[in-house]
């Protein structure tokens, strides 16, 4: 039976619910799992939820827990990646230091200083997976979960790691979409292709017919003004939130993605104000912020709110009461390499050609078929130009980071952070070297590979 190694298993909860979504299926339920972490204690809280789970039902999975991380993967047949290098210590840094100077991230862990810099402190780390997985299991597949992630992913593939990266933002965004237009799920079908957090729905359909006129009335009715000029009030009618605390629908909670889709003709799967850090256009001033994202949402500030301990024996209470699969398209992923079922998935690889007017090394997010011969990109063809335009702008910060943490050249930190759209909308070329060399200072313990 496989063996799956877990790199950060002590995070919070999100590492146990991806054990609560192997178990669900048969064929991972005699699974190993070596749940590693650099601090013992949480990997061992991890485990031990885990354990209440597994006696309940009865399986037969293994549980270990260690600080070694070779120990983890000898042999392993699947490595999942969930950490955060730093932890809240590091990342208040990537949003508070950027906030002084002018730029006002919401989360701060994709794009600008704070993805930029996340992805920094992660570039070691994965450096020392990838060595240690070609000795010790040269044939595993690595899913990562951790962000920035098309960063992590791009950086990792040219390590030469099989790797694929998994977010949840196509399938909470295509879930909202379906409920504002009162259709059923399971009798949606959808296109969704471009780059982590800033995919487009190419096509969001019923039976071969065309939902977008429905949701750009409903989009256009509660986010764009009116006849008189005014815009709708925010309200929480109909407000959904996801596990991760993102704020989806809402009458006037989706301004930002409403008026990109009325400039650009397409919505894109990150929620509201995520996905207004990736853009020039929403975040230059308070005032600014204020009219596109009227409910403030810092995600630092959940993060350091989370009662860890709480949280977890609700997942464990929920998972006792009924043992159902999240929307997380790990445990499928692993469960068709297993059985051999086929299924498509969305999945961040290497782009190779799957969209066309993207260059052919980045990270893409696009539809993958999956069986026993693992994760395979399908061809998307081009996006609309302007879509590949905007996806483009990301691009160039995240292949200069890349770039960075391969070279060592501290120069690439810079360009990548004077390349990104919110930054250099709001500040000047000194202004931003100035920002990036305070947080080279401040983040000196993460960052070993750009000191001196």
């Known amino acids: 039976m496989p063996k799956i190694a877990i790199i950060g298993a002590g995070g919070y909860v999100f590492p146990l619910r991806l054990i609560g979504d192997f178990l669900t299926r048969p064929s991972l339920r005699a699974s190993t799992l070596s749940l590693m972490d650099i601090d013992l204690a949480r ?3 991890t485990a031990r939820a885990a354990r209440e789970v597994v006696e309940h039902y009865g399986y037969p999975t293994v549980l270990e827990t260690t600080t070694d991380q070779r120990a983890a993967l000898a042999g392993a047949d699947y490595v999942i990646v969930t950490f955060q290098v730093g932890g809240l210590e590091a990342y208040r840094h990537d949003v508070e230091i950027p906030r002084k100077y002018g730029v006002d991230q919401t989360v701060g862990d994709t794009l600008g200083p704070g993805g930029v810099f996340r992805f920094l402190r992660s570039s070691a780390a994965f450096r020392k997976i990838a060595s240690d997985m070609a000795e010790l299991c040269p044939n595993a597949l690595l899913i990562n979960y951790a962000n920035p992630m098309a960063m992590n992913c791009w950086y990792l593939y040219r390590l030469g790691v099989k790797t694929v990266g ?3 933002s196509v399938q909470g965004t295509s879930r909202m979409l379906a409920d504002m237009v009162g259709v059923p799920y399971d009798e949606v079908s ?5 780059i982590n957090h800033q995919a487009w729905f190419l096509k969001f359909e019923r039976n071969g017919c065309d939902l977008y006129p429905q949701l750009r009335e409903t989009l256009f009715r509660h986010n764009m003004p009116g006849p008189d000029g005014t815009v709708p009030a925010p309200s929480v009618k109909g407000l959904h939130t996801s596990n991760h605390g993102d704020i989806y629908q809402g009458n006037g909670f989706e301004r930002t993605r409403t008026n990109i889709m009325a ?5 894109h799967t990150e929620s509201s104000h995520h996905g207004s850090e990736y853009v020039p256009y929403f975040r230059k001033n308070a005032r600014m912020v204020k009219q596109f994202v009227p409910y403030r949402w810092d995600y630092y500030e959940i993060c350091s709110a989370h009662d860890e301990e709480e949280q977890t024996r609700k997942v464990v209470a929920q998972f006792k009461q009924a043992l159902v699969p999240s929307v997380e398209y ?5 469960d068709s390499i297993e059985t051999g079922q086929p299924r498509v998935v ?6 190779r050609g799957a969209i066309a007017n993207l260059p052919a090394d980045c990270c893409v997010e696009v539809p993958c078929l999956v ?7 399908t061809v998307v063809g081009s996006l609309p130009p302007q879509l590949a335009a905007i996806n483009q702008n990301a691009v160039n910060v995240q292949r200069l980071a890349v770039e960075a943490a391969l070279t060592g050249d501290r120069e690439h930190i810079y360009h990548a952070v004077m390349l990104d759209p919110l930054t250099s909308a709001v500040l000047t070329l000194g ?11 401040a983040e000196a313990q993460w960052l070993p590979d750009f000191q001196g």
């Not at 959808?190 to 471009?194: D, H, K, N």
């Open 190 to 194: 959808f296109l969704s292709a471009g």
């Open 431 to 441: 202004q931003i070297r100035a920002m990036v060399d305070e947080m080279l200072s």
């Open 330 to 334: 790990g445990s499928l992923i692993l």
């Open 346 to 351: 969305y999945g961040n690889v290497e782009n």
């Open 371 to 377: 069986d026993r011969q693992g994760v395979r990109a």
């Open 43 to 45: 990997a061992e809280r």
């Open 263 to 267: 400039a650009f003709g397409y919505f």
């Open 166 to 168: 998994l977010c949840h």
